[in-house]
């Protein structure tokens, strides 16, 4: 099991420029998790999917924040415009249904500049 | 509001035993999680505790103590790599799978 993949793992851009997050679930879990990690805010869920369908978006800071899941085994988290309060670790997650703990990717760095 | 406190740090040396407490504040409970992340690495799963009392894996134990809203992470014979932050989380309701995290403890184990 390769566990839960996310790229890139680091991401530079600059501010106004579309971002592309992509999330790659363990296989048989059915639920999907973004989170967003800050010094400040420390761990955010952003949005959940159950069974490729999004459950709660509550906590998508704004409407450039969109979040996909076309299919079991993909998700992608997409930024557009970008700006730099945007620099963050963001995570993927997934977890099976009968299962506690969540399975975390190893996160995308975002700098925004 | 929801809101899960823990102390920002812990300062411990090797082969000793720490404690980082959790305590609580959330519109529904559905069991409180345990999750270690390394500087730089992804949160990892460490324990979970639905009903009060202890649960054991190894040189960690976690407790609960849902009367309180109160649970706590004990680590004995602390190891240089224990060094890490450590995040207590509950699971927010039974309709929903939302996972809120605490503010987090950084524990440095010392020689």
């Known amino acids: 099991d390769a566990g839960v993949i996310q790229s890139p793992r680091h991401e530079v851009t600059e501010m106004g420029q579309e971002v592309t997050l992509r999330c790659k679930p363990i296989?048989?879990?059915?639920?999907l998790f973004w989170y967003r990690q800050t010094m400040m805010r420390g761990l955010e869920l952003l949005i959940y999917?159950?069974?490729?369908?999004?459950?709660?978006d509550s906590g998508m800071p704004e409407d450039r924040f969109s979040a996909k899941m076309p299919n079991a085994s993909f998700s992608t988290l997409k930024i557009q415009p970008s700006e730099p309060r945007d620099s963050a670790v963001y995570f993927c997650?997934?977890?099976?249904?009968?299962?506690?703990?969540?399975?975390f990717g190893s996160g995308t760095r975002l700098t925004v500049v | 509001g929801q809101s899960l406190e823990q102390p920002s740090e812990v300062t411990a040396v090797e082969g000793a035993i720490v404690q980082i407490n959790c305590t609580y504040q959330t519109s529904g409970f559905y069991g409180l999680s345990w999750y270690q992340q390394h500087d730089g690495g992804a949160p990892t799963f460490l324990s979970y505790n639905a009903l009060d009392g202890l649960e054991e894996t190894g040189r960690f134990s976690s407790f609960l103590s849902r009367s309180d809203s109160y649970g706590y992470l004990l680590l004995q014979e602390l190891q240089m790599k224990d060094s890490a932050s450590y995040f207590c989380a509950v699971r927010d309701g039974g309709a929903t799978n939302k996972l809120i995290f605490g503010t987090g403890t950084l524990l440095a184990v010392q020689p």
């Open positions: 296989s048989g879990h059915d639920y």
């Open positions: 997650a997934s977890r099976g249904a009968s299962g506690y703990g969540y399975t």
């Open positions: 999917f159950n069974n490729n369908v999004p459950i709660d």
